[in-house]
């Protein structure tokens, strides 16, 4: 029985729209949307450069945020 709650668990976590749902999820501080722009402005689309400035993130994020609040504007 432990098997199988165990599986349950294992496929819920699985879940795409629960991916999906993460990935919209992306939150950004007015300190490091400035930070992102002002680095955007100096090195352009060199996402690894910027995300190495702001800890925590990467440079999948960054890019996600940046092509999402240009479609968004």
Known sequence: MAD??????HEASENPQEV????????ISDDEEA???RMF????????LIAGRIH???????????????ISK
């Open 4 to 9: 199988s709650e165990h599986s349950s668990a």
């Open 20 to 27: 999906t749902k993460e990935e919209q999820k992306l939150e």
């Open 35 to 37: 930070l992102i722009i």
């Open 41 to 48: 402005n100096l090195v352009g689309e060199r996402w690894d």
């Open 56 to 70: 925590g993130r990467t440079a999948e994020d960054i890019e996600k945020y940046w092509n999402w609040s240009s």
